[in-house]
């Protein structure tokens, strides 16, 4: 294919914005129903924009002047490879989709049934007990070999068709910053926050009157922050997160899709996790080409998600948008602080364990109390394709959460200035060349945690 022009560019972006809508559609039906979808390839119509020799000729030569549809090529490129290595792992997205659905493992407790993989996870931060926490994790490692042997395969496949693409392996499609250097700052992160976890996860147990005995449990406990219920709506719909950001949304659409099932508090702070980011996806002009007011890594808008979920742990938000009086906001935000503190730990060892299978025992120990099961290192942690982008965005979160603090107070969240300003910032393009990683971040990050905890 020769280098195209300006005109083929826009139908390259045309055709790049498809292929991206068939593909997210099938993937999210594929996850609900795996044979109902299994023989359909939604890139089959748009394998022109889903392969090497168009991702080379939409590049360019790379000594070639920059022109001014640089910014183009560049998106494109990275959507093209994204959609290639889509297309190389199809059927293995298939296998993997089945082997989670299947309702092959026993559950241990009454009544005794039959359970799946995916259904056991899902489970989790509904049990309630130490042995419903067993049952399901016992349940999940029954199927974790089933589950993680398309994982792995999948894994190594888009490595090496990234390779072949000429990119030093998938991390370098999602960011600049260097593989070695979020590695760094996620065994930072879990470093500076091991002790105040260690005595967060102490006093959980010994106000619960826990066993002697370590189990998952009381990390899990802590993550789903279920003392934390008062100022919640009843029922988490679209409708409420829409009423609380009003001015910010104004004549854009937003696509939240399903936001998670209620189980605690954190399930809320999760969803405006998930508001920020559908926010920041919206946010660019209608007027840029897709490849550019879109980008395949979100690096930013997983950095929305991250400030807009730490509002839960908020007093001000707890107090202003939910309605709770001081004390039980300050208590509220404090639970909510242990919340997030969870999560951006799995979120580390998350990364760490991508690159490390063999230190499954070590982190888990060190993230939940107590190891997994040995079996789930199989299979998990589950394949994110934008796990670098996550990663990367919750180390950088904090320099925006702060800024909108400083310029519009604690309740910028009911400020119209700062609905124009996250509306304003969210209006460029989407690729955040700009994601630096300082040498601090982590430790920053750590002490936020601190005081959000205290």
């Known amino acids: ?13 045309r055709d790049v914005a498809r292929a991206v809508g068939a593909l997210v559609a099938w993937q999210a039906a594929l996850a609900k129903d795996p044979e109902a979808h299994a023989d359909r390839e939604p890139l089959g119509p748009f394998r022109h924009v889903a392969g090497r020799a168009t991702y080379v000729a939409v590049l360019g030569d790379a000594n070639a002047p920059k022109g001014s549809d640089a ?25 993997q989709a089945r082997a989670a659905a299947a309702s ?77 250097a ?8 879990l470093a500076e926050t091991r002790a105040l976890a260690g005595d967060v996860l102490k006093e959980a147990r010994a106000k619960s009157d826990a066993p002697a005995d370590r189990s998952p449990f009381d990390a899990l406990a802590l993550g789903v922050a279920r003392d934390a219920p008062e100022g919640w709506p009843a029922h988490l719909q679209p409708r409420w997160l829409l009423e609380l950001f009003p001015r910010v949304t104004d004549g854009l659409r937003i696509e939240l899709g399903p936001l998670p099932v209620a189980a605690g508090a954190s399930t809320f702070a999760r969803a405006l996790g998930a508001f920020g980011f559908a926010l920041r996806t919206a946010g660019p002009a209608p007027s840029l080409p897709f490849a550019v007011a879109r980008d395949p890594s979100h690096v930013d808008a997983h950095r929305y998600a991250s400030v807009l979920a730490s509002l839960a742990a908020s007093v001000e938000f707890q107090r ?22 969870f999560s951006a730990r799995v979120a580390a060892a998350r990364v760490l364990l991508a690159h490390d299978a063999d230190r499954f ?25 934008d796990e670098p982008a996550r990663a990367l965005a919750l180390l950088t979160s904090l320099p925006l959460a702060r800024e909108l603090v400083e310029r519009f107070d604690a309740d910028w969240f009911r400020n119209p200035r700062a609905a124009l300003y ?13 994601s630096e990683l300082a040498p601090s971040s982590a430790r920053a990050l750590a002490r936020a945690f601190e005081e959000a905890t205290a």
């Open 361 to 385: 025992e070590e982190l888990t120990t060190d993230v939940f109390g107590a190891a997994l099961p040995a079996a789930l290192a199989l299979a998990w942690p589950p394949v994110r394709d």
């Open 71 to 95: 910014p183009v090529r560049e998106g494109l490129a990275r959507w093209i490879a994204h959609l290639t290595l889509a297309r190389l792992v199809h059927d293995l997205d298939v296998d």
């Open 1 to 13: 294919m020769e280098d195209p022009g300006h005109q083929d560019l826009v139908r390259v972006d």
């Open 320 to 341: 202003r948008a939910l309605g709770n009086v001081a004390r039980v906001a300050a208590a509220q935000a404090r639970v909510m602080g242990r919340s997030l503190l």
């Open 104 to 180: 092959e493992a026993p559950y241990a407790l009454e009544p005794r049934r039959r359970v799946g993989y995916r259904e056991a996870w899902r489970a989790l931060p509904l049990a309630k007990t130490r042995a419903e926490v067993a049952a399901w994790m016992g349940a999940a490692a029954e199927r974790a070999g089933a589950v993680g042997a398309p994982q792995h395969e999948r894994r190594a496949r888009r490595e090496e068709a990234a390779s072949r693409l000429g990119v030093h392996g998938t991390w370098g499609l999602a960011t600049r910053v260097p593989h070695a």
């Open 182 to 189: 979020v590695l760094a700052a996620c065994e930072e992160l």
């Open 422 to 434: 996250l509306r304003a910032r969210a209006s460029a393009p989407a690729w955040d060349p700009s």
